[in-house]
């Protein structure tokens, strides 16, 4: 009898789709639509697809010509920088992936592991720049995804300092530092990204004596950097908000000073508390580096754009090119949201 009430039972996927007339409808409906889409999209992208050959080869061919994105593989990746010193870009990439899987096991989360990121960057800042034994290399020729690593990792590791700062003088009983990070906070999450950008790109130079100059790639960093900081900080505000005050009472009990109790306990649990909305905003910041764009940079993107018309063999695969690089972001992405799933459950308090 229970057996049989078990399979009697309905399926819920089955019930959530055909529960009602109109769930009904709408999955058929749905269903339609994919039997309808999803044939072309694969024959584009597989089956009638060009995979190995020259420009000749795809003419005429009305699948997608991943040849293209083999013969332009480099350039999507490194952009406008030297082949000959294509190594030096290519060791930026492995050692930024390298930084960024060492931080994802939380053993090794330490100052040793700080040290290792600060050290990383300007490692990486000298490989991509040369000087000191090699060859110099201006930054309007860097391009790719070493920019878009390099954007991404460093503006979220100085943003984090700035925006902990600032979530603290939010939360401060001192009026004046209350009034200035909150004016600070809510300008800069009032004005979009492009309009930070076209300020560090444009007006900040004309601030600057006669003769001094700051590398674009340096401010739009900069920007940036000043840009997450913002939105950073009311993400920790909000973890700090939702610690206890028994938390601070039991610290001060123990004899802790307020920065101690600060590092050792409050931050600690308002920072795991915050985990998906800290992962939401490194992705963010790894989609907004495309941005940079407009100030003339050759992030991932433009480098994937600019692949399908500085050739003029090779003119017009624009599709294929906004494919590869989706399938770039998606992959960095989503692997960091299924890390942050798997981080939830690790620190979850047993």
Known sequence: ??????????????????????????????????????????????????????????????????????????????????????????????????????????????????????????????LLGGGLGLPQITSDKWGGLPVTLLLSFGSFLLSFPLAIALALARRSRMGGLRIYAVAFIEVVRGVPFIAVLYAATLLFPLMLPSGAAIDKFARAAAALSIFVAAYFAEIIRAGLQGVPHGQYEAASALGLTYWQALRLIVLPQALRAVIPSIVNLAIGIFQDTTLVAIIGMFDLLNAARTAASADQAWLGFYAESYVFAALVYFVFCFSASRYSLWLERHLRPA
Request: hydrophobic share 55%; proline share 6%.
């Open 1 to 126: 009898m229970i057996a049989h009430r078990r399979l009697s039972r309905p399926i819920p996927l089955f019930k959530a789709a055909f529960g009602s007339p109109g769930h009904a409808a709408v999955s058929l409906a749905l269903a339609g639509l994919v039997a309808v889409a999803v044939p072309p999209l694969l024959n584009w992208l597989l089956f009638d697809a060009t995979w190995v050959g020259t420009a000749d080869d795809c003419h005429g061919r009305s699948g997608a010509c991943w040849a293209f994105v083999g013969a332009k593989l480099q350039f999507v990746l490194l952009g406008l920088y030297p082949q000959g010193d294509a190594w030096r870009a290519y060791a930026v990439d492995g050692l930024l992936l390298a930084l960024a899987a060492a931080s994802t096991v939380p053993r090794l989360w330490s100052r040793g592991l700080l040290a290792a990121w600060i050290g990383g960057l300007l490692a990486s800042i000298w």
